[in-house]
Structures are given as structure tokens and as C-alpha cells.
């Protein structure tokens, strides 16, 4: 598998979605926290820095940028032609299937229609959900209801039993992350 990856390359993908991504936030787990959103961007992409060092079999190139552009079709302006033309048709798709088509109706139509196209994808898309996944996993923001911690703990459920032979090493931090959540639910 490609184990290099041009720290360059990185470095611009970075800037690119530094520069997107500007200003956007989300809330903390605290009332009132605000989180700059390329934290979330940042978190996704160490989890994969360290599971293309643990697992070879990954195309660190291909993970990382994915990892780094995940979420720039959702929430910016940066269209899918411009990835493609950019960064090559193997970014393209994957960040096109790790993005929720916005004509689902539901949270969990968006969910299974996204891992659908994932699996069609090489593994390495399925390795960025699950590192997706495992981030939003670390602490609900504040004003997140107690049904809604629960919904998203059943989706991470779903995504582990879906992707879950994409890699062990994600699998297992996914699983884990899982459990910790549990303490984030009041009973």
C-alpha cells in the first residue's frame, strides 16, 4: 500500500481547509464553550495519522486528505469538482461518499445512505467514518438532550457493525469510545 505521503501536500490540503473552515464552531461540552471546527478536522486526521502507522495496509495519502477534506462539501464552499481537479479522483470520491446527501430526510436515511456509498469505497474511506465517529464520540455538546446522546450512540453502533472490517485498529478505538460514552447518558 502507499505508505508515503508528501508533508507538503498535507501542509496545503491543511491551509485550504484551515482557510474553509474559518470561523465555523461548534459547541463544547460545556454551556456556552464554543469549539473552532478545525479542531474537529484536526482530531479525524490524527486518529488516521496513527492508524496508517499501525495499520500498513492503509493508503496513508489517500486517508489523510480524505481525513483533512471530510466535511468541506457539507459545510463549505469547496465543490466536489474543485477536490477532483485538485487532489484526483480517488479524493473526490471518497469525500463525496463521506458527505450526507442533503435530500434524506432523516439523520438515519443520511447515515445509511452515506455508509452505502462508503462501502463501495476502498477501505481507507471506511477508516475516516469510523475516525469520524470515534471524535464525536469524545463529549456531547451541552445542550444535547439525553434521547439525543442515545440516538448517536446507536448510529456509532451501526457504523461499527458496517465498517468495522475496514480496520481493526479504528474498529476496537470505535469500540471504546462507545462504551465511554455510555457515561454521558443519564438512565
Known amino acids: 500500500m502507499n505508505k508515503d505521503w508528501s508533508i507538503d501536500e498535507i501542509q496545503d490540503i491543511w491551509q485550504l481547509a484551515s482557510n474553509l473552515h474559518d470561523g465555523q464552531k461548534y459547541g463544547g461540552q460545556e ?3 464554543k469549539v473552532e471546527y478545525i479542531n474537529h478536522i484536526g482530531s479525524v486526521t490524527f486518529e488516521i495519522l496513527k492508524a496508517v502507522e499501525v495499520d500498513t495496509t492503509l493508503n496513508s495519502d489517500l486517508s489523510i486528505k ?7 462539501i457539507e459545510d463549505t464552499k469547496l ?3 474543485e477536490i477532483k481537479n485538485r487532489f484526483g479522483k480517488s479524493v473526490a470520491d471518497g469525500v463525496l ?3 450526507k446527501k442533503e435530500q434524506d430526510n432523516s439523520i438515519k436515511d443520511k447515515i445509511g445512505d452515506s455508509l452505502v456509498r462508503i462501502k463501495q469505497q476502498p477501505k481507507e474511506i471506511w477508516a475516516v467514518k469510523m475516525a469520524d465517529r470515534i471524535c464525536n464520540l469524545y463529549a456531547p455538546p451541552f445542550y444535547w438532550s439525553n434521547d439525543k446522546k442515545k440516538a448517536y450512540l446507536k448510529d456509532a453502533k451501526f457504523i461499527h457493525n458496517e465498517l468495522k472490517n475496514g480496520s481493526l485498529y479504528l474498529a476496537n478505538r470505535l469500540l471504546e469510545k462507545i462504551e465511554k460514552y455510555n457515561s454521558f447518558i443519564d438512565e
Open 97 to 99: 461518499a463521506l458527505t
Open 66 to 72: 480524505c481525513a483533512i477534506l471530510h466535511d468541506t
Open 31 to 33: 454551556k456556552g464553550q
Open 79 to 81: 465543490t466536489i469538482e
